[in-house]
């Protein structure tokens, strides 16, 4: 059983059990609407069924064959004095004792060796290196077996593999003189892997696609993946895909591929509905990094997730947004799913402008090392339909941070219930966490506004709030700017908290939540 989504599609293998009848006989497939089909010939309420014939043909005595090509393997870095590895195979009823095992690559004279060995009947196998020869990028290797047990083999057709020898990608390449679109590179550094830093220099121009990064063999810190604009201006380049349902909800998908890079490029959702998902980040995707890209979502009036501008799932280490432009969107950054024993590490956000989603803006779980600096969190733009919004910038259990220089705030409708709201955030003692030096405004001047705390920190500690001007405009007056409670260890020095609709500066609950206060200004 297996569960295919929508318009998808699903491939795979089967094994014939050994107990099976040689001879004609059926297969049947069945799929079944909204449950799985667990029973060939029950009634459907909505699904089909289709049924095949085919032959089981009866093993014969005498079967050897090739398996697998070990070696040269594909991808590879080095295609020179290479030991020629194949996995051998026995299909035959009687145990295989001896074969000729032949190579050729291209149309040179073939090379050959004799097996000798034992190999159980019917699937046995045994790894045999053939001999050691050099190869080019792209020479053809055959491989195939000879007279089994020194008789004729019974069934040739499995005798024979070959391949296509390949390595890695490695320098630099154009988009679209060298690869016609982003899934042609992505297709080759899949199939290939790399061996050396890649760069990809795209052409100005709009490319409608979506482009998604499984694995790809060989990359690290120092064999990279960036594509970038050829002319290094982001406005010069777009990529941009309308997507259909959840399951093609993204322009850029990282599904497992690691240190891969976008550069000087705008990436847009077509979609402007519910499926407005630019970026995208499944668990495992590692060392991710957009610079100075623009990100933008759509606009439609809605509280979905699926319409979040960078949607993050599971857990990801490393990841880098720098000065960037990320727009519009139900969500700026919305991270839909987290273990709090397995957090994100690592995570960079520096030097941003993050503008007009419509109802949060960004919400973070479960990341331990976080960097949040100089950026611009704002909204000018229509906040949700009801004239606000939850959250500006919401973490929950985000650990060894340091949140300086940042600007959030609004001028638009009334507002954001927490511009600020750090749920169980504890910092590091040495060197100690900052948040220090940002400006945090709640309300719109001359407009009511429901909102409630500036920053409200519940159960958080072990930082420097420092040099910090946060203030509190609008309604709802008996409600404080800052809110820190069940915490502890708090430096708070050198702030400006105004509370300019009636209210508190200021509460602190807990005795140990603030372990200093000096030279602030509440008002």
Excluded at 37 to 64: K, M, V
Excluded at 319 to 341: I, P
Excluded at 344 to 352: L, P
């Amino acid at each position: 059983n297996n569960y295919v989504a929508n318009n998808g599609t699903w491939s795979g293998s089967f094994t014939i059990p050994a107990t099976a009848a040689s001879g004609a006989t059926r297969m049947r497939v069945r799929s079944v609407y909204y449950y799985y089909a667990n029973h060939p010939c029950n009634n459907l309420y909505y699904g089909e069924s289709e049924d095949y014939n085919f032959t089981i043909q009866a093993p014969y005595n005498n079967d050897a064959g090739i398996a697998e090509i070990l070696n040269p393997a594909v991808p590879t870095c080095d295609l020179d004095s290479v030991d020629v590895q194949v996995s051998l195979t026995n299909q035959g009823l009687d145990t295989l004792q001896n074969c000729s095992v032949y190579y050729q690559i291209n149309t040179s004279t073939p090379v050959a060796m004799y097996y000798t060995g034992s190999i159980a009947p019917q699937g046995g196998l045994d790894t045999v290196t053939i001999g050691n020869a050099s190869f080019s990028n792209g020479d053809s290797l055959t491989v195939w077996t000879e007279l089994p047990n020194g008789v004729q083999d019974s069934i040739s057709s499995n005798d024979e593999l070959s391949m296509t020898t390949a390595t890695g990608l490695s320098g630099t390449y154009a988009i679209p003189a060298d690869y016609a679109t982003f899934n042609e590179a992505k297709d080759d550094l899949v199939a290939f892997g790399v061996c050396g830093d890649v760069v990809f220099n795209v052409a100005t121009g709009t490319y409608t696609e979506q482009v998604e990064f499984p694995d790809i063999l060989g990359t690290d810190e120092d064999n990279t993946i960036t594509f970038q604009s050829a002319s290094g201006n982001r406005n010069d380049v777009l990529i941009q895909y309308d997507a259909s349902n959840a399951n093609d909800n993204f322009v850029v998908q990282f599904d497992g591929g690691d240190w891969i890079t976008f550069k000087d490029l705008r990436l847009k959702a077509l979609e402007q509905y519910t499926y407005g998902t630019v970026l995208n980040v499944k668990a495992g995707s590692n060392n991710n990094t957009i610079e100075n890209c623009w990100l933008k979502g759509n606009s439609y009036q809605t509280t979905s997730n699926l319409a979040s501008n960078i949607r993050w799932e599971g857990s990801s280490d490393g990841f880098s947004l720098t000065n960037s432009l990320v727009e519009n969107g139900a969500m700026s950054f919305y991270m839909l799913s987290y273990d709090l024993n397995n957090p994100s590490q690592d995570m960079t956000i520096q030097g941003n402008i993050i503008k007009n989603s419509l109802y949060y803006q960004m919400m973070m779980y479960a990341i331990d090392g976080f960097v949040l600096d100089e950026n611009t969190i704002t909204n000018d733009s229509a906040l949700y339909s009801s004239g606000y919004g939850y959250y500006q910038l919401y973490m929950y259990s985000v650990n060894n941070f340091d949140i300086t220089k940042n600007y959030i705030g609004h001028d638009v409708g009334y507002g954001h219930y927490y511009p600020v709201y750090m749920n169980a955030c504890i910092g590091r003692n040495n060197p100690r966490s900052q948040f220090s030096n940002n400006c945090i405004f709640q309300g719109t001047p001359g407009s009511t506004s429901y909102g409630y705390y500036t920053i409200y920190a519940p159960g958080s500690g072990v930082m420097d709030m420092h040099n910090n001007t946060i203030s509190k405009r609008g309604g709802f007056s008996n409600y404080s700017v800052l809110y820190m409670a069940n915490g502890g260890l708090i430096s708070l020095k050198n702030n400006s908290i105004s509370n300019f609709v009636g209210g508190y500066a200021m509460q602190v609950a807990g005795g140990f939540t603030l372990t200093e206060s000096d030279n602030n200004n509440l008002y």
